[in-house]
């Protein structure tokens, strides 16, 4: 397994370590629920140098990325960042992706386990264009301060990262280190992500993370490690999709309530044009999609997993794509694709939990919105 420029901060911790998509990482360091609230309510850190970071540049890199992209992003200005999906010829989505415009050149963060297969399908996608893409996975590390209490915290580092706009990001230099630090995140609160050299990594983390003792659960220490655990409780939370659960090749974005994500007239913008899977999506729209994520809260305390059928007057309509208890509302929810006509929010229906079903009805996504 590969490991991040943390792992030693992880065992030194009591991470209890595990294979996440080939990376030897902390599933939880004391547990879920707790560093579930500790994000809810003050903050924590993520080692997400798991995810990959690819660099693209050269002289058709803007034409190159409208290309593979399903969002517009020319007209992103620098230091901006955008979220959006790179689709197959059938409109499925072949993974979902954060880009990064610097002054000279692009990036793309992508999922740990789509990233030999983004990068083969980027290859696949240049023909004639002129443009060089760098796996600079391995070459950075990337960490994540995430929580309400993140940016009284950052203040005491920059004036500046406090003031950035959601999904903006500045380079930083700290002595040798130098960072490129965004306001965004995967928990559904607000949040920085940082991306740094591995050579230096060790030694940023220091000057990022003040050492002091447990002020517990709810307290003011954000630079408190959680692990991804937390990290999938709190995106179910926030309706944030998971590649491989609300995501994958034969699911489209506008099926997954992404259509946000999918601009079908950029290629009428200058330096644009169509997008590979663009045909297929703009059928899609045109017919409506003929199933739709949606959001279930279940009766009683047993908790659905993906795969188990949802059920309506006892056939099967759809099927669980995440669940969990969740820890800030203390009920059970679950995510589902379900047939288009049986999603309406307010409707009742039951998850079969192999051997037993439970009630549940359909509410709307997210299931959980930070306070302003």
């Known amino acids: 397994m590969l490991r991040t420029p943390f792992h030693q901060y992880h065992v030194d911790r009591g991470g209890k370590m595990v294979d996440f998509a080939g990376w030897e990482l902390p599933i939880m360091y004391r547990s879920i629920h707790e560093e579930h609230h500790q994000v809810r309510t003050a903050g924590a850190m993520f080692d997400v140098s798991h995810m990959g970071r690819l660099k693209i540049s050269g002289r058709h890199v803007r034409r190159f990325l409208e290309r593979v992209l399903t969002r517009r992003v020319s007209d992103m200005k620098e230091l901006t960042c955008r979220y959006s999906l790179i689709c197959n010829a059938k409109g499925g989505v072949v993974d979902d992706v954060i880009v990064y415009r610097f002054a000279d050149y692009w990036m793309l963060v992508v999922n740990a386990s789509n990233r030999a297969k983004v990068i083969d399908h980027l290859n696949a996608s240049i023909g004639d264009m002129v443009l060089k893409i760098e796996d600079q996975t391995q070459s950075t590390a990337m960490v994540a301060l995430q929580g309400p209490k993140v940016m009284e915290y950052i203040s005491g580092l920059s004036k500046e990262v406090p003031t950035l706009a959601r999904y903006?990001?500045?380079?930083?230099?700290?002595l040798i280190v130098k960072l490129a630090i965004s306001r965004t995140g995967y928990t559904g609160e607000d949040g920085i992500e940082i991306i740094l050299p591995s050579a230096t990594a060790s030694m940023a983390l220091k000057l990022l993370v003040r050492e002091k003792p447990d002020a517990g659960e709810g307290g003011s220490w954000v630079s408190k490690p959680a692990g991804l655990g937390?990290?999938?409780?709190?995106?179910?939370?926030a309706g944030m999709p998971l590649y491989g659960h609300e995501l994958n090749d034969d699911i489209d974005?506008?099926?997954?309530?992404?259509?946000?994500?999918v601009s079908l007239d950029k290629h009428t913008f200058e330096n644009s044009e169509r997008f590979i899977g663009q045909d297929a999506l703009e059928l899609i729209a045109k017919e409506g999609p003929k199933r739709k994520l949606v959001g279930l809260k279940l009766d009683g305390r047993r908790t659905a997993r993906q795969g188990m059928g949802v059920l309506v007057k006892d056939q099967t309509v759809g099927a669980v794509t995440s669940g969990c208890l969740s820890p800030t509302l203390d009920y059970p929810i679950?995510?589902?694709?379900?047939?288009?006509?049986?999603?309406?929010?307010?409707?009742a229906v039951a998850v079969d939990l192999g051997g037993s079903k439970v009630d549940a009805q359909i509410v709307p996504l997210p299931f959980y919105k930070r306070a302003k």
Do not use: Q, W
């Not at 679950?334 to 409707?347: H, Q, T, W």
């Open 168 to 174: 903006a990001f500045c380079i930083k230099n700290y």
């Open 334 to 347: 679950a995510m589902a694709y379900l047939e288009a006509d049986k999603s309406e929010v307010g409707g």
């Open 230 to 237: 937390a990290r999938d409780t709190l995106r179910m939370e």
């Open 253 to 261: 974005p506008l099926s997954a309530g992404l259509k946000f994500a």
